[in-house]
Structures are given as structure tokens and as C-alpha cells.
């Protein structure tokens, strides 16, 4: 990034940053937890065809606990990762020079149809493992993301955004990133009340009107019912003070966060990516035509998982084009629609493995790469979260892909607005983030001081805040954030590298032998038997 013009947006926006009100301090509580128990069997009573049919789906099974998993070896670099079970479950062995470090398998993520991802609770820190198990091949490799890194390792946390989508319910700990309560999960996989809204009411006293039918909603209402878990684009950004899981079957999606996509060159069908289903439906001609009439649950039913696909699919088609002229050299209307307009791609971040194409192509069209396109939001958020939405958006993209261009523009988009949300510690954090990467740090580290005191659970703050101050060479402060934040999370790894370095730089060996102790006796393997 070129400093000179993040000094020129500091000029101008530092100037008033710091007119910030005392007063009430927004503080982070844990995500909210709808319940602590699937209501299946309550919906059961009345709903059995419904509740049974759900139980065969996809979303029935996106997590589950650990058991005997496939055995096999995955080798990257100099790391080997060994798979194994025993009478108290499935490990994995990660051996990367000599050292032997041995993880338990305490949940599944994913249906299974495609892949199996793996997750092991480490001191009520949950972290993904660099493999998965797929399906198409019966066998192991890098899962996605992993794939190029020489040394693979087990540090990769799980966050909210990850389980919201796969977890009915989960107990998150405020102000860190990955670490839940005892058990982490209330009701593991998707149930009733992520497509219905909150069922109690509904249970209680049932009636049409205290339960939400997907089906009879808006437009986007409706789609956003989908679009909670099958729309990820590149970046989601809640709105202020939000939680993903304030979001409620029945009420659009940017009530609660934006959703930003790359833009589409006319003429071309973007990138073709794991979890797009919903851009890829937007590009269809069948859409487009349909005036918001179609939508997901157009052709999927959520209660029952088709015993013959291929008919199944067919009769959703034939319902709109039961009258269509097809070309003489068109197959016979029993043919497989899906299987010529809506066939299987590897997606370009799905790891080895098919998913079926929701474009619903005519005719093949360009496939493009689209990292370079700029991004918009799916659809735009209440006006007044408009730019700061963006501009938060810009820089996460921008950071996770190189783009400093984009960073900047992001930066100045939220140094416009800034002052509409003074109480605003992920704007703050997010101009932090801007200024750290442009080496502004002292800049950053006022950006980062006042993300904190708007946000005082934060260790992931404290930690960036810490990681600013070390960027000017003050060593004190940097080690009293950074130890403030191991505080708020004892296994913020981050905090943790950036503090032992500057122990070891500064010769203090016994605090940094007491924090590696420390670390260790958090992370100690649970030993397994072969």
C-alpha cells in the first residue's frame, strides 16, 4: 500500500476521531442461543410427514458428533496427518518434524453428501482440522482453504459465521473468536426454526399467523429464508451491534448483515464457487423472467429429499415450460433437464469434489475468474449502513486478497462516515485494520484504542491493539494489550506468537517459558490409542 495516501485520509479524518462522547459502552454478549434443543419433536405431533422427510435432508445432518471415521494418511510438505479410530473415537496425528501432536474428533461439519470437515475442541476452543473426506473419491486430502500451504496445521478457528450456518444453536463466548461454552452447541445441525422463525409460540397455541410459511412470504423475505446459509459471497458484514443469529425466518436478510458479492462482467457467469447457489440462480434466464416468482423452494422441498431426482426435477421444469417449443434436436421432454442445463462443476474453492450448477444455462457460457471484479452488495442494506457496510467490506477483501488498492478505498469510505457511528467498534477496528497494513501504525493504534474502549471483551482487539503498538517499537504497551487480551482469551493464538516474540526479543525467558507452559497445558493432546 502506498502510506502517503493513507497519511493523506488520516490528515483529514483524525482530526475530529477522537470527539468521541463518553457514556454507555456497548458490550458484547454472547450470541444468542434460540434454544437449547431441536423442537422436532413438539412439531412431530402435527407435522410427522414434514418433520420425518426433514430428518433425510442435507440440513438435517450439517454437524454432527464425532464417531469412527475412514481411516487413511494426508501428506503436505514435511507434515503427515494419519487417521485413525479406537474404542473412544477418531483422531488425527499431526507429525511435522519429528514432533507428533495427536487431535480428537469432536464434531463433523458438513451433510457428508460431498465432504466431511473436522473440528477438535481444544480447551473449549473449537478449531478446524486441515483435512476432509471426500465423498466423490472415498478419501482424504487438504480440505479447502488448506490446499498450497506447505505446513498444515490444526490453528485455523472456528468462528460464528462458520457454525451459524451448520449449528441449530451454539454458545459462543463473548469478545472471542472461537471459543464456546460447555457444550458448545445446544442443538447440533439445522432444525425447524431456522426456516419457520421462533417456534414456542407456535408450539403453545398453534395457528397460521405465530409461524412463518416460507412459501407465502415476499420475495426477498422468502430468499432470505435461503439465503441465511446459501449465500456467503466474499464478504458478509453485520450491521451495527448485530449478531448473526438476531436474524429470524420472515425478515429480509440486511436487517441483520449485508451479504457483498463480486461484480459479473455482461455476457460472462462469474466464478463458479461452493456456496453461490443463489448468485448462480440470479443469472438465469428462468429468473429473471419470473418477476420474483422463483425462488428455491420453487424446485426443492425441504421436507422431502426426491427418491427419483431426475423425474422430480423434470416435473419442476415442465411445470413453466410444459408449453415450450423445444428445437427438433432437443431431447424428449423425459429426458434429464438438470443433467444438460444444470450439470455438476468443480467449484473453484470446493476442494475436489462436484456441485450442481445453478445457472440454468441454455447454452454453455464463459467462465471467468472474477478476483480483480469490484464488489456491490447482494442486495443494499438500510441506507444509513450503506457506505459503512461497504467500506468494511472493501477492506476484509482487500486485506484477504492483496487488493490494496481496495483497502484504501474501503478506508476512505469509512473515514467519510465515521463520525455517524461513534459508538462503532468494528468501524474503528476496520480503519485499524487499513492503517496497520499501510504500516500507519500509530495511526492504527489510535483506530485500534477506541474499537477497545467501545468494545472491552474484545481479545481480538486488544490483541490488534497490542500488535500496533509493537509496530512502533513500544515494547510496554504492546506487551500490556497483548497480555490483556491472552487475559479475555487464554488461547489467542495471534496475542500469543506476537507476546513471545517480543519476550524473547527483550530477554525476559521466563515469562515467555511461563506463557509456553501456559499454552501447552491448554493444548495438550487428549492421547489416543492405535
Known amino acids: 500500500m502506498r502510506p502517503a495516501i493513507l497519511v493523506a485520509g488520516a490528515a483529514l479524518w483524525w482530526a475530529g476521531a477522537f470527539a468521541v462522547t463518553s457514556g454507555h459502552r456497548p458490550v458484547h454478549t454472547p450470541a444468542a442461543v434460540r434454544k437449547d434443543a431441536s423442537h422436532a419433536p413438539q412439531c412431530s405431533k402435527c407435522h410427522a410427514a414434514e418433520v420425518a422427510g426433514f430428518a433425510r435432508s442435507k440440513m ?11 481411516e487413511g494418511v494426508v501428506t503436505a510438505g514435511s507434515t503427515t496427518i494419519t487417521m485413525y479410530s479406537d474404542k473412544l473415537g477418531s483422531w488425527q496425528s499431526l ?62 478457528p472456528i468462528g460464528e459465521g462458520c457454525v451459524f450456518c451448520h449449528a441449530d444453536s451454539f454458545h459462543a463466548i463473548a469478545g472471542t473468536v472461537n471459543q464456546y461454552g460447555k457444550p458448545p452447541f445446544g442443538h447440533m445441525a439445522i432444525s425447524c426454526d431456522r426456516c419457520h422463525g421462533p417456534v414456542e409460540a407456535h408450539v403453545a397455541h398453534p395457528a397460521d399467523s405465530n409461524i412463518v410459511n416460507p412459501a407465502n412470504l415476499a420475495p426477498v423475505e422468502r430468499d432470505s429464508v435461503c439465503e441465511q446459509c446459501h449465500l456467503i459471497g466474499v464478504a458478509r458484514v453485520l450491521n451495527p451491534g448485530r449478531h448473526f443469529t438476531d436474524f429470524h425466518a420472515g425478515q429480509p436478510l440486511e436487517t441483520t448483515f ?29 429468473y429473471r423472467r419470473s418477476e420474483g416468482r422463483l425462488g428455491c423452494i420453487s424446485c426443492h422441498d425441504p421436507h422431502n429429499e426426491p427418491a427419483e431426482p431426475v423425474a422430480y426435477y423434470r416435473a419442476r421444469c415442465l411445470e413453466c415450460h410444459a408449453k415450450t417449443a423445444f428445437p427438433s434436436d432437443h431431447p424428449s421432454r423425459t429426458s434429464d433437464c438438470i443433467g ?6 468443480e467449484a473453484n474453492d470446493g476442494g475436489h469434489t462436484a456441485f450442481t450448477d445453478h445457472r440454468i444455462q441454455r447454452r454453455p457460457v464463459e467462465q471467468f475468474t472474477d478476483e480483480a471484479t469490484a464488489i456491490a452488495a447482494w442486495r443494499e442494506p ?19 486478497h492483496s487488493d490494496f488498492k481496495q483497502v484504501v478505498s474501503g478506508y476512505q469510505m469509512l473515514a467519510q462516515v465515521q463520525q455517524q457511528f461513534p459508538q462503532d467498534s468494528e468501524l474503528y477496528n476496520t480503519l485499524g485494520e487499513a492503517l496497520f497494513v499501510g504500516r500507519q501504525y500509530a495511526e492504527a493504534a489510535q483506530a485500534y484504542a477506541i474499537a477497545v474502549r ?3 471483551l474484545s481479545s481480538a482487539k486488544e490483541s490488534s491493539l497490542g500488535q500496533a503498538y ?7 504497551r504492546a506487551v500490556e494489550h497483548l497480555e490483556k487480551a491472552m487475559q479475555l482469551d487464554p488461547l489467542n493464538l495471534d496475542a500469543a506468537s ?33
Not at 466423490?136 to 496445521?153: E, I, K, N, T, V
Not at 509493537?470 to 510496554?476: K, V
Open 498 to 530: 506476537v507476546l513471545l516474540g517480543i519476550y524473547q526479543k527483550t530477554g525476559d525467558a521466563a515469562k515467555a517459558s511461563a506463557l509456553t507452559e501456559k499454552l501447552a497445558s491448554l493444548t495438550k493432546a487428549k492421547a489416543g490409542s492405535r
Open 258 to 286: 449485508t451479504v457483498y458479492r463480486r461484480e459479473i462482467p455482461p455476457g460472462t457467469a462469474g466464478a463458479f464457487r461452493v456456496i453461490s447457489h443463489s448468485e448462480q440462480l440470479a443469472l438465469s434466464q428462468c
Open 454 to 456: 467501545l468494545d472491552p
Open 382 to 400: 438500510p441506507g444509513e449502513f450503506a457506505t459503512r457496510n461497504l467500506g468494511i467490506a472493501s477492506v476484509r477483501v482487500g486485506l484477504e
Open 60 to 70: 438435517a445432518h450439517s454437524l454432527r458428533a464425532g464417531a469412527q471415521e475412514p
Open 340 to 345: 444438460c442445463h444444470m450439470p455438476k462443476r
Open 95 to 156: 507429525e511435522n518434524h519429528g514432533i507428533t501432536t495427536t487431535y480428537h474428533v469432536d464434531y463433523v461439519i458438513g451433510s457428508g453428501a460431498h465432504a466431511d470437515g473436522y473440528i477438535t475442541d481444544v480447551a473449549d476452543h473449537l478449531f478446524q482440522s486441515p483435512v476432509a473426506y471426500y465423498r466423490s473419491r472415498s478419501s482424504y486430502d487438504l480440505a479447502p482453504g488448506f490446499a498450497g500451504r506447505p505446513d498444515p496445521d490444526f490453528t485455523r
Open 470 to 476: 509493537a509496530g512502533l517499537g513500544d515494547a510496554a
